[in-house]
């Protein structure tokens, strides 16, 4: 007989509960840390795992595989349920995948101690296992709409094991800058969640808000765009991957990466020009999705020049990426999730507008700094930093107290998918 999930602590009753608390308390912490670093308040801080990883490298993986990862398993294990009808993650199965998550960060941060082999294994059961629980849910409702999830998860996990494998040595000279490479490929994965999840809900959350306001304005949705959209993509980032490690001219490969990347980011930002974005700015939890995808397309354009030269720095596009569309897009689905599944209403807490506010300027400082020089690079660096983390704790700080509580009309089945 299956257990009741009430008798479980409410923390582990649905994915979404303890993976958004861990992605918002680990998405300020790591940041953080990192800006503090950066500012010399802790130098020589040499027992942390920054004296055996590249502190840049280190900082991109965390805030990918640790922060990122986390806010994805919340949102996969509370849809995917709902999406096929089945019976989700609850309880100490629920728990035990959470333990691995933190199994894989006291890794990371104790590796000076474990060793870099060691830390590698700890930190892959994670990803692998969350491949894993979503891969069983997909694959045994037959549920081939969304079985793309499985693939990214998996080539996220092969990414991290690509990482890892080229910090501890093992894979030699066999393939050059495989570290870098890696963590490109999950920038990119991520980059292809974001556009598969705006698409997805984008749309039908403008169009819904524009009929309570009494309006019937056409939502342009074309699917030939949304494949063009995805399809380029994708094909972006296997080149990404691949191009670089084979034999051939580079001002070729760079020529062909710099003009498709300058493509796809057109493409989304004529995608996301149909949804009628501008119309929607009285309802937060709709314009800060198209904030997202709108850094989506405009890290693409950012991308296109760097690799054409047409000066525009690589940490510039990555971070337009990274803290633009990546960041932006968990900020947004985060509280909507966490407000629909608590049984509340979909109305933005006071102060998470000020945790908006800050993150309309977070991804604008910290893609602007590589093009300040001296003091200013500096400064814009850590006030995106210090953005970053006050819109997170802000984040927590509402959003705690509901994560951690039963459902607000606990009488009502849950039946209604994620808003």
Known sequence: MARNPSLFPVLFSLGFRPFFLLAGAYGALAVGAWAGWLGDLWPGADWLSAALYPPGQLHAHEMMYGFALAAIAGFLLTAVPQWTGGKPLQGPGLAALAGTWLLGRLAILGAGVLG???????DMIFPVALCAVIGAMLLGARNRRNYGFIVILAAGALAN????????????????NAAESAQQLMLNLLLIMVAVMGGRVIPMFSANWLRRQGRTLPIRHPHWLQRLCLG??????LGEFVLPHLAGPEPLYRNLTGGLALLTGLAFLVRLGGWSGHRTWAHPLVWILHLAYFWL?????????????????????????????VGSMIMAIMPRVSLGHSGRDLILPR????AYGLFVAAPILRVASPFLDGSWYQTSLLLSGLCWVLAFAIFVWCFAPMLCSPRADAAKKQTAPPR
């Open 116 to 122: 870099p082999i060691g830390a590698m294994a700890l």
């Open 161 to 176: 094991l690509c990482w890892h494998l080229d910090i501890t040595g093992l894979l030699g000279e066999v393939i050059e």
């Open 232 to 237: 380029s993509l994708v094909l972006l980032t």
């Open 297 to 325: 397309g405009l890290a693409l354009l950012l991308k296109g020049g760097h690799y054409l030269d047409a000066g525009i720095p690589g940490p510039a596009a990555r971070h337009a990426a990274a803290v633009g569309a």
């Open 351 to 354: 102060p998470m507008l000020a």
